[in-house]
């Protein structure tokens, strides 16, 4: 019978949710790594049972975790990430010149097409592969040596490679987002790089519309049209219909387009998925109501669902990678809070229920749909 | 035999109980117990020190014999008592967090 695998990441230890696939009886393993950050899991497409976890302390580095049994066995694997050649300078918070340095993994995306391979997005922003399960790391430098990297800077949550998306269309073809340096897409397999970012207007930056410093939030795309991006900027709800070489706000009737979460239904291509947040500076939803917003006209047009969820007094945040899809004929949504609750709606959205309520503040949610 | 103490989050990452024991071979000192320790547990390496520079981590602390060693050379002689293991060399995630 088919089954559903939810991994959490949260900010004192992972979780992995497991039902079948009505989705209304969870049992929870965990926490797994106790008292680390953990800042996301992933499961490769190829061998469902292989997850990677990305392990993060501030007093004791990163450690990569590896599971080749769905989460019930762990092992450290390689955790040395280290910038080819010389790791250069960005822009830093006081507009001098800053050191690129290593803090953390915060995002791991495994190939399409082979269990071994895994991409790691890091702060300071770089992207990272594994082509041996996770054991060793090796820099695609050409993303950080591109001609704007010294003029990349951290937002306030640091200068984070947080979003890969691949192209299964093209398999040479992936995107990814910098806070705050903005989308960028390569077109041979990461040896080269160029700023997606046309359309997309930032008044946070002195030049609203430049070609990077935009604060990106997260990238979403569904697998049947890979050119069609939508985009979660700091402000405004974005899409883009030709791979990025362009974008269009699609806001529309949100009731603020702040938010850091966007996903897309895994059968219906133009209904997508966000959580609006009141703004930069009060990291909770407008009027203390918890409300995910759904377009079934790739935006602009938004509804609230809210059924299930609190329409009173939350004041919870939704983080960028904490939304996830999945791929059962009535589409799961779920999404975690920075306040422990995992909501899951198995009717794509229509109405919602905690699976877990009172985990450690949640900093990413991914879903596996299992045979 | 060397003693070292290893903070809890170390302990498990490294899947063992208790104090570990280990042979270093030459002058005992940060270095050399560390190499040994990193030797035996690699899923340790760059969660004391840096992978690189073999610095300490920032908010790692080294402790013994009542003292803390943690700004000492990590090529000084650790203390005798530590030498002969009738003292542990202490591992500790230092104090922070509230």
Redesign the interface.
Known sequence: MTRVRVLVGTHKGAFVLTADGKRDRWEVSGPH????DIYHLNASPVNPDRLYASQT???????IQRSDDGGATWE?VG??F?YEGVAGTHQWYDGTQHPWEFARVWHLEPSLTDAETVYAGVEDAALFRSTDGGRTWHELSGLRGHTTGPSWQPGAGGMCLHTIVHDPSRQDRMFVAISAAGAFRTDDAGATWQPINRGLRSQEIPDQDAEVGHCVHRLASHPSRPDVLFMQKHWDVMRSDDAGDSWHEVSGNLPTDFGFAIDVHAHEPETIYVVPIKSDSEHFPPDGKLRVYRSRTGGNEWEALTKGLPQSDCYVNVLRDAMAIDTLDSCGVYFGTTGGQVYASADAGDSWAPIVSNLPAVLSVEVQTLP | MIRVVLPTHLRRLADLEGEVRLEVDGPVTQRSVLDALEARYPALRGTIRDHDSLRRRAFVRFFACEEDLSHESPDDPLPEAVAKGTEPFIVVGAMAGG
């Open positions: 790594f106790a008292g680390w302390s501030g007093w004791f580095g990163q450690v450290p955790n040395e280290k």
